[in-house]
Nanobody, 119 residues
Framework: QVQLVESGGGLVQAGGSLRLSCAAS????????IGWYRQAPEKQRELVAI???????NYADSVKGRFAISRDNAKNTVYLQMNSLKPEDTAVYYC?????????????WGQGTQVTVST
């Protein structure tokens, strides 16, 4: 079991910055991939950025060059630095972790944190 708790969301003007944090607890040693998804009203949840245990990163095209994901293994925390925010970045941001135990994979989600970008 892995528990994920997000923080750092809020209201920001377009062009501004926010940093999201996700603290993981539980069986954190078994986390294979961790990162962020988002869901805007009436839209499907979409990948924002993920980072593997080997530090490989993957970003949505829409955030490349503006967002940066990083992880602090000592604190079991993953961060999402969001710069040059746009109104279309407005969404609930969810922390996500994929856990591998043997050949089985399990997905875990945080409760979400709201990010609102005003014009």
């Amino acid at each position: 079991q892995v528990q994920l708790v997000e923080s750092g969301g809020g209201l920001v003007q377009a062009g501004g910055s926010l940093r999201l944090s996700c603290a993981a607890s539980g069986s954190t040693f078994s986390i294979n991939v961790i990162g962020w998804y988002r869901q805007a009203p009436e839209k499907q949840r979409e990948l924002v950025a993920i980072i593997s245990s080997g530090e490989t990163t993957n970003y949505a095209d829409s955030v490349k060059g503006r967002f940066a994901i990083s992880r602090d293994n000592a604190k079991n925390t993953v961060y999402l630095q969001m710069n040059s925010l746009k109104p279309e970045d407005t969404a609930v941001y969810y922390c996500y972790a994929n856990v591998r135990i043997g050949i089985a994979h399990f997905n875990y989600w945080g409760q979400g944190t709201q990010v609102t970008v005003s014009t």
